[in-house]
């Protein structure tokens, strides 16, 4: 029957084979790495400099909007592009369970994230040492969190928004076998979903704390102990699971009930 | 008893039925198919040769009835089940990023006891040692015909699928294809399924046939039974120049233009070219009009349009 991590063994193939996957993991890390610069030569006085924490963090609020498209696009095209490809046929009729298969491409999926998340904080650290001011950071005192602590939280949760828009972007995939659907839906989510928060306060309406948008940015929580409408990390976390859950139940369902007549 | 274990068939089709919607695409389809033979799986366009193909490897459900693989069920035992088999379906699709051994591979991994000989000798097998670490891209279409083969061949399994295999291959590659599946029958005894709706091709390529249409079984016929076209009469043309005379001499027959029609076996023949010699009758020739396959699916699937 083969082993399981055979089956992660080739749906990284499929991934890293591509001149794609290294061109957006190429442009990650020159982005990552030019922040700093261009913090460092745009600023007007040498005394002025952001700390190294400061600048990191900044590297990442914009990087981290390529490195969530990224991760989608590969979400997207794992099985979509199995469908749009015809390779599903040959893929469906080995002796493994639909299950397993998904899920092999569930987990080639998260590996990418992780290691494009890696990237991201490699040369973006890295760029940001050599390119910011040694005289410490100033934005210690505002939370009482470290700044090293305080930018890898920020990491961890966006690290959170992410995941969950990229499994969103697969389920996507899996039910519509579209791959410019899954990418365009799930771009739609980041860029739209603040401002759904604002028309759908949770402040104003008692129904808005169970949307997932209400709780995707988890950042909230690093300078307050309520998050939006009043709400615990705790029950953030829990509404976030709950669709997360659902999300993979409908890849998971579709997936394996599916008709494959294409 | 071990003659029954061999004469079991390797699969069989059990009233299988495939409905979307209120469209019935396959209708209460039973047919076994013997090991050991290349089977063929005939039909017009439409008639449902890619939908029960498709339940037989597990693509799409079946709505009633059931497939047994080596007498696993495809439904309920897949994975046992499927690993049996080996198919292409439609058009061979592969990773087109990737080379044709790269392809391998991967489904290489997704079994086990595939070695590297193995890939190799299949490789050999198809013809393809001299592209085989191109990517595929660069492939033509009867090259990518030939990978398909090979990853359905991997896992040496006991029944090999092709749906219409002959298609976009030239003449050279339809002829090749149809000496490797003959090979391929006798010395590794695989059985082999091919639907197709090119009625010659399948004469020259199948032991025995399935006629489908409209998503029913017509016929289920033997194509190649060597001890009956010997024995058996068939409708056999004299060319001869006085019809009328050799009618006359024989007592029976059909005159026809260009000669007498009469049924007879083989081992008549002589006898008969020298009663007519005899007789003074020129005779040109002696062919027998034995009505090809096609003659015989146009009248069976005649008159009927896609439906």
Redesign the interface.
Known sequence: MGKFSGLIHNENIKIYSRARTWVMLLILAVMSALMPVLFYFSASDKSHLMGLWETFQMTVSVAFFLNTIFTVVVASDSIAGEFSWGTIKLLLIRPWSRSKILLSKYISMVLFSLLSTVVLIAFGLGSAYLFSSQTGDVMTSLTGWSPSAYSFMDLLFRYVELFLTATLAFMVSSVFRASGLAIGLSLFIIFAKNLIVIIFNPDRYEWAKYLLFTHMDLRVYLSSDTGPGGVTLGFSIAVLAAYYLLFLLISWIVFRKRDVAA | MLTTELAEPVARLQGVTKK?GSKTLVSDLTLDIPAGQIFGFLGPNGAGKTTTI?MM?????ISRGDILICGRSIKDH???A??H?G????????????TGY?NLR??A????GVTKQRIDEVIKLVGLDNRIHDKVKTYSLGMRQRLGVA?ALLHRPKLLILDEPTNGLDPQGIRELRDYLRRLCQQEGTTVFVSSHLLSEMELMCDSVAIIQNGRLVDVRQLKNIGDTVVAAAETLFEVDQAETAMALIGRGIVKEGGLVLEVTREEIPALNELLVNGGVKVYGIRALSRSLEDQFLEMTGGEGIG
Do not use: H, T
């Open positions: 979307i498709r490897v597990g693509l799409i459900s897949f994975e046992e499927v690993s088999v198919a292409i379906v439609e058009n061979p699709e592969m990773y087109k990023f990737l790269q991967q489904y991994r997704m079994v086990s990853q």
